[in-house]
């Protein structure tokens, strides 16, 4: 299977945050922060600073960690923070350094996600909370039409997202205990063909499940798509798919 470039899509990442605002995940980051006058934030794989910059405008105290330049140059542009390039696994803090961290669908990104955690728990001071946002397909029940017509997009997610058994293992395992996990988000809506087309969501940068699709696999879930798009003038693309978080906090 391919690897995204993500200094290639960076300057379409963005086009997402248009066409939905997330509101479980604005009204979950701003009641994970809201327990701090003045909260010192980390966001590791802080990408284009979307997140960021609304923690900023909540009054936090921001730092960000990318590995992709170009992203991490976008977030520079839109947000002043602590904003370094670098990986998960290896944090630039020192000890105990931040009062919350967030992963926002990043998690399964990350190369090693054990010490990924193990990083996280280090700066983060004791008493800390740590969020994590994401997809897990592992407990799908509704409908996604990436899944439904690129079958591949879903065996690959099953291999490369936790299962909140196994995010649950992760994160006791580094140290963290009251583990909460609930649905922050719930994506419902349905697109027209030609307005899918036009917004560019079948575009392979447009989601990492189309991007890490083989060319064959890509082809072969457009082929159906427009299939389906010529056999019925009502056709649309569903989604209806849960997002969820995970709390965690660092003991005192």
């Not at 947000?79 to 931040?98: I, K, T, Y």
């Not at 054990?114 to 997809?135: C, I, M, T």
């Not at 039409?145 to 995010?167: G, K, M, N, W």
Request: include cysteine; aromatic fraction near 12%; glycine fraction near 6%.
């Amino acid at each position: 299977m391919p690897s995204l470039d993500y200094n290639e899509i960076a300057p379409e990442f963005d086009r997402r945050y248009a066409l939905y605002e997330y509101p479980g995940i604005r009204k979950g980051l701003l009641e994970f922060v809201s327990d701090h006058d003045r909260v010192r934030v980390l966001e590791v794989g802080c990408g284009t600073g979307k997140w960021l910059s609304l923690l900023a405008s909540a009054g936090c105290e921001i730092a960000g960690i990318e590995p992709s330049d170009q992203m991490l140059a976008l977030a520079r542009a839109r947000v002043n923070g602590d904003l370094r390039e670098g990986a998960a696994e290896a944090l630039p803090w020192s000890d105990a350094w931040f009062d919350c961290i967030i992963y926002i669908n990043a998690l399964h990104h990350f190369a090693d996600p054990v010490r990924a955690l193990q990083e996280s728990f280090r700066v983060l001071r004791p008493g800390g909370r740590l969020l994590s946002v994401g997809l897990d397909p592992h407990q799908r029940t509704g409908r996604w039409y990436i899944y439904e017509y690129f079958p591949a997009a879903l065996v690959a997610d099953l291999a490369r997202f936790p299962s909140c058994e196994q995010r649950t293992s992760w994160f006791r395992n580094a140290g963290f205990d009251e583990i909460v996990v609930q649905v922050v988000e719930h994506l419902q809506f349905m697109l027209p063909f030609d307005q899918a087309v036009q917004d560019g969501v079948l575009e392979r940068s447009f989601t990492s499940q189309l991007g890490l699709l083989s060319a064959e696999q890509y082809a072969a879930g457009m082929q159906r798509i427009h299939e389906a798009a010529q056999e019925n003038e009502a056709f649309r693309l569903e989604v209806d798919l849960d997002l969820y978080s995970t709390v965690v906090r660092k003991p005192v």
